[in-house]
């Protein structure tokens, strides 16, 4: 399958301080991301659709002030957490929707383990 | 709005034996999609099996299978020959035809023993 990459895969970082992930579809374009937040032994709750040239496309209760994505290229979509607290500690994991003719497949990154002191 | 259930929130299995893993959603669309991905202890989100809703055929994947019940909404995962490499959260999830995103289940987490 396709391969998506995510960087770094590991931050700690100080309240108060932003931090910025990046996701890459490596060996296909990709119009649409999409961004997620796991908490331990959960399912995958989406944060929000990033779109290549537009604005992202926020779920309900997603602060977007404070998850800003921005998508400038069709193989690269970032996440930055703005004024982290550390309410914001968690997995983050990126996946990029890749079409072949009518078939549409979303490929995951290995996800970014963020901790906010 | 679509939903899935899992209900089977763990599972255990032996190794080269077969185990079924239950997933039932709700939709009111006519066009959608079906997925099972696994996410082994690395946490890396790795796709298992697609299945087209318009398709009759259940899909396979070497030791993996789907049972789709289209009338029933159900779609379960079957792994036959398990092995220890299988030990993993799997993940049932859902796509509408027209959106673009997934909705996941709950996730059943197998483990496969000696």
């Known amino acids: 399958g396709a391969v998506v990459s995510q960087h770094p895969s590991r931050v700690i970082c100080k309240s108060g301080t932003s931090v910025k992930i990046e996701c890459r579809s490596l060996d296909f374009q990709a119009t649409t991301m999409f961004w997620y937040r796991q908490f331990p032994k959960q399912s995958l709750m989406l944060m929000a659709t990033?779109?290549?040239?537009?604005?992202?496309?926020?779920e309900q209760g997603v602060e977007k002030d404070k998850f800003l994505i921005n998508h400038a290229s069709l193989t690269l979509s970032t996440l930055t957490v703005t004024s982290a607290h550390p309410e914001d500690s968690s997995f983050y994991i990126c996946s990029a929707r890749e079409v072949v003719a009518v078939t549409e497949t979303q490929y995951f990154g290995p996800g970014t383990r963020l901790l906010v002191l | 709005a679509q939903t899935v259930t899992q209900s089977q929130p763990e599972m255990s299995v032996q190794e080269a034996e077969t185990v079924t893993l239950s997933c039932t959603y709700d939709?009111?669309?006519?066009?959608?999609?079906l997925f099972w991905y696994k996410q082994p202890p690395s946490r890396q989100m790795i796709l298992v099996i697609r299945q087209e809703a318009y398709k009759q055929q259940n899909a396979t994947e070497n030791r993996f299978s789907v049972n789709f019940q289209k009338a029933a909404k159900s779609f379960s995962l079957k792994i036959s020959d398990s092995q220890l490499g299988d030990t993993a959260m799997y993940f049932c999830?859902?796509?509408?035809?027209?959106?673009?995103?997934?909705?996941f289940g709950t996730g059943t987490r197998l483990q496969v023993t000696l």
């Open positions: 990033s779109n290549e040239g537009s604005k992202a496309t926020y």
């Open positions: 939709t009111s669309e006519s066009n959608y999609y």
């Open positions: 999830a859902f796509k509408a035809g027209t959106a673009s995103k997934l909705t």
